[in-house]
């Protein structure tokens, strides 16, 4: 199915395939992948025209995640802009529920310090996700520079590329691509019922996010991520 909304356009194929990858393998980490959990997935790939190679990668890594493969993928981020974009998706993600906990924050902290983002990046990019899951927060106005406001000049200053940032953040789009294939899907009713709520109430991709972890948002993953860096 595709869809007339994009996410994580002017990235190169290999970069996109990660970023999803990773996503895929921290939301996934200690659950049983449903079909109707890998048909989100198919779509958040078909909304960033990756590639059926990529495509795959992204879908093994949520079948079977594991630290190799993430750590594959954190490598691949690394040298490129969407570490900032990932570590705000993951603090917006694990703030989505109103409960940042200790474990989670630290999970995030050990990402995000492997990546090579300092402190001062970590808490203004902290700032940014607070803004991401503000409700009626729309994809244009999040690709806006208003959407930085004041941040923009402190994100400048920490070597930050504020457009390159908005470019690769997944947390504003992807409820608008899911809830789309969700209305043409004859058993959306059903899907959202059991999800508690529906995709668009609460935290954006944070409720996706919660989707893919059967219930468990980031804690699901602490355990591998404790295991990968310690």
């Known amino acids: 199915m595709e869809t007339s909304v994009k996410i994580l356009t002017g990235i190169s194929d290999e970069e996109k395939g990660a970023y999803l990858s990773a996503i895929a393998s921290i939301a996934t980490a200690d659950s049983q992948v449903s079909q ?131 470019k690769g953040l997944v947390s504003i789009a992807a409820p608008l691509i899911i809830s789309k294939m969700m209305n043409k899907n004859t058993n959306a009713t059903n899907t959202t019922a059991s999800t508690g709520g529906g995709l668009l109430g609460g935290g954006g991709l944070g409720s996706l996010f919660n989707l893919l972890s059967g219930g468990k948002g980031l804690s699901g993953a602490t355990s591998l991520i404790g295991k990968l860096f310690g």
């Open 36 to 166: 109707v959990e890998i048909d989100h997935l198919t779509h958040l790939c078909e909304a960033a025209d990756l590639s059926a190679t990529q495509q795959q990668l992204v879908l093994k890594s949520a079948k079977e995640p594991s630290g190799e493969s993430l750590k594959d993928t954190l490598d691949i981020i690394k040298g490129s802009d969407l570490k900032y974009s990932l570590i705000t998706d993951l603090i917006a993600f694990a703030k989505a529920d109103g409960n940042f906990s200790e474990n989670e924050e630290d999970s995030v902290q050990k990402i995000s310090g492997y990546l090579g983002v300092d402190d001062t990046q970590y808490g203004l990019l902290s700032q940014l996700a607070e803004k991401t899951n503000t409700t009626g927060t729309t994809a244009e106005q999040a690709s806006s520079e208003g959407f930085l406001s004041s941040l923009g000049d402190k994100l400048k200053a920490s070597g930050i590329d504020g457009g390159s940032l908005l």
